[in-house]
Each structure stands twice: as structure tokens, then as C-alpha cells.
């Protein structure tokens, strides 16, 4: 059995803030916010919240596939940012799209969407689930604090969503999905707080330049795991998408492994960081041409540290 890809959605606030709109007593610039990030603007959530946002992706994503809701039988979203502390957003969403079966969410910050198809490509092959959708989707402009302009600028709101369908006698699907942690990192990208330290959720906070350091390795390294284990070389991949945390972790990732630029995809610019939505909101922005490619390779890294590498196989 193969889970393959057959539908992708996008949902981001309709409030979009460039730059140059953020707070003036914030003293920062889009000369600095650009050229350290490659961020012209995010989408900042307002009526909107992480489940609104994650079921309209999820609509989007079933129409384009062309699936009804009530074939749905498991829904995962990659989240720490939920409405409540409980129940999940997963639940929230069955709810919203009236499908039945099983619903929960993943906590693995930015590498959230990886940890949550992986798992959801394990129910499909193990014959657990027949139609599943795979959801990241975050409110991160909750959690930062709007007087740090070293994080707050970084962050966006948003989610994406993709259909994973049980398919036998194909080629296609999720050939590979490799995900990893190391808590040792685990101060490194931390909220100031959390329901059972302060009782409120804390603001993010991170030591950037050991985040970078590390994203870049593991990117790196997981690619050349990945194909490694796939018997493939660059030249046989149509398109990586790497967590869009920092337009510069993309570059010099592109530079260490040679490869030419249109080959990763960058949405950064458009969405800021938007953690566990990232992966599938880029893949949203390229929903109407991605269909033609075939081999995609997802990337994630984020607090926990945890990092996450997939190959996909595109019809
Ligand atoms: N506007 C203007 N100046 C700023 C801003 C801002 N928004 N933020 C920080 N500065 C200033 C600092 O105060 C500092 O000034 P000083 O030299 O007078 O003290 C100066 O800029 C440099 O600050 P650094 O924090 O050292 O800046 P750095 O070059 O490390 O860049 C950045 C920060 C962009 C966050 C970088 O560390 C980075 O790219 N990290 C990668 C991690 C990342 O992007 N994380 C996002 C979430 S994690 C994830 O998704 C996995």
C-alpha cells in the first residue's frame, strides 16, 4: 500500500503586514528584516485562529483532490499553537468538515507537518487508515513577543494541508519520510513559558545563531541520507522544499549541495516563518504545476531540537 499525495490547500489571515508596516516603536527596518531573512511581509491572524485556518486549507486540499469529507478517516495536524490546550485541532477540524475516525495533533514545532505525514504514511501502509489528511498550521504571531524585534519579525500565521490516499499498484507516494530529535537541544528554541511551569504559553524564544548553524547541518546531512538510502542523486530530484525559517539557512544549504536555485523552493518572502505550516504552505503556493514534477523532498528543523527529511513521489 502507498499513501500518494492527491490534493494540496492553503489558508493564510487576511491581514498582511510588509515590513514596512510593522510598529514603529519596534525600531527595526526591512533593510535589516531582508537582507538577514529574505521576509517582505506575514500574515497575521486577527478573526481567524489555527483550526479556522487548518479546516479551510483542509477544504481546499479535499477539493482539489476531489474527495468528500466523510472519506476521511484520520486527520493529523502539526501544531503548538492550538486554539485550546485541549481538545486538539485535529478534532476541531473533524468537527468543521464532519468526518469521522481518528483526529489528533503532533507537537514538534516547526518539523510538526514532517513528523505528522510520517506518521500518517504509517497508518496507510500499516492498512490503519485509507484517506488521510496531513495538516501544519500555526498562529505563531500569538506567541512572540511584539516588543523583541529579534523574533517577532521572523514569524507569520497561516496553514496548509495536503490528502494522503491508499493507493496499491503504484509507484507513487511517500517513499521515505526519516524523522529524528535530539533533546538536548532543548533550550536552544524554547517558550519563556507553558501551561504546567507558568500557566500561560510563554513567548519564543531562541539563541538564533545556533539554530542556524544546526538547521543548516541537518538539512544537509538529511539530504544526502535520504538519497543515499533512495539510490538517487541530485540530478533525480525535481524539487526540494526545505522549512522556510530563514532565506539564508536556504541558500547556503543550495550552495553546499551545488545544486541550482530554482530547484529549492523559497516562499519565505510572502509568508514569514510559519513554523509547522511552512512545508505545506509552499507546497500550496506551487499546487497548480507541482502535479507535473516528481520527485519532491521535504525538509524540517525545528525546536527540540527535531528534524524530519521525505521523499515524495508525484504522479
Ligand atoms: N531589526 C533591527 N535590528 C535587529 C533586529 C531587528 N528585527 N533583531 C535584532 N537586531 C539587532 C540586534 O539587536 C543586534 O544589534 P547589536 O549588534 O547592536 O547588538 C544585531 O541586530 C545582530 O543581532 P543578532 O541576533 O546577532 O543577529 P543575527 O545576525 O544572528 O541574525 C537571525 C538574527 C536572523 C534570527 C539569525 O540568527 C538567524 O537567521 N537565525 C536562524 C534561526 C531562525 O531563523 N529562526 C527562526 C525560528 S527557528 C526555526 O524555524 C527552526
Redesign the pocket.
Known amino acids: 500500500m502507498n499513501s500518494v499525495i492527491v490534493g494540496i490547500g492553503g489558508a493564510l489571515p487576511k491581514k498582511c503586514v510588509t515590513n514596512f508596516e510593522?510598529p514603529a516603536d519596534?525600531?527595526?527596518?526591512d533593510e535589516?528584516?531582508s537582507t538577514?531573512?529574505g521576509i517582505k511581509q506575514r500574515h497575521i491572524a486577527e478573526n481567524e485562529t489555527t483550526a479556522s485556518l487548518a479546516s479551510e486549507a483542509a477544504k481546499k486540499a479535499l477539493e482539489q483532490a476531489k474527495i468528500s469529507a466523510s472519506e476521511v478517516d484520520l486527520i493529523i495536524v502539526g501544531t503548538v499553537t492550538g486554539d485550546y490546550t485541549f481538545p486538539s485541532v485535529a478534532t476541531i477540524v473533524q468537527k468543521n468538515l464532519g468526518s469521522k475516525g481518528v483526529a489528533f495533533d503532533v507537537s514538534a514545532?516547526?518539523?510538526g507537518f514532517v513528523y505528522a505525514l510520517s506518521i500518517a504514511d504509517s497508518f496507510i501502509k500499516t492498512g490503519k487508515a485509507k484517506c488521510a489528511l496531513v495538516i501544519g498550521a500555526e498562529t505563531f504571531s500569538r506567541i512572540v513577543d511584539w516588543k523583541?524585534?529579534?523574533?517577532?519579525?521572523?514569524?507569520g500565521d497561516g496553514a496548509g494541508a495536503i490528502v494522503l490516499r491508499a493507493e496499491k499498484n503504484t509507484d507513487c507516494g511517500v517513499k521515505y519520510c526519516k524523522i529524528s530529535s535530539d533533546g538536548a537541544y532543548a533550550d536552544y528554541?524554547i517558550t519563556s513559558g507553558g501551561v504546567s511551569t507558568t500557566q500561560t504559553s510563554g513567548f519564543?524564544k531562541?539563541?538564533?545563531?545556533?539554530?542556524?548553524k544546526?538547521?543548516v547541518e541537518k538539512f544537509y546531512d538529511s539530504v544526502n541520507e535520504l538519497l543515499r538510502e533512495n539510490n538517487m542523486t541530485l540530478d533525480d530530484v525535481d524539487l526540494i522544499v526545505p522549512?522556510?525559517?530563514?532565506s539564508?539557512?536556504i541558500k547556503k544549504l543550495t550552495e553546499m549541495l551545488g545544486i541550482d536555485e530554482n530547484k529549492v523552493l523559497v516562499t519565505i518572502d510572502k509568508h514569514a516563518?510559519t513554523?509547522a505550516a511552512?512545508i505545506p504552505l509552499a507546497l500550496n503556493e506551487v499546487r497548480d504545476t507541482i502535479f507535473s514534477k516528481k520527485n519532491i523532498v521535504l525538509l524540517?528543523?525545528?525546536?527540540g531540537?527535531t528534524w524530519g527529511a521525505a521523499l515524495i513521489k508525484l504522479r
Open positions: 510593522l519596534l525600531d527595526t527596518s535589516w528584516i538577514r531573512t514545532a516547526c518539523s523583541d524585534r529579534s523574533s517577532c519579525v521572523l514569524f528554541l519564543v531562541m539563541q538564533g545563531r545556533e539554530v542556524f544546526f538547521a522549512h522556510q525559517a530563514n539564508r539557512i516563518n513554523s511552512s524540517s528543523m525545528g525546536a531540537f
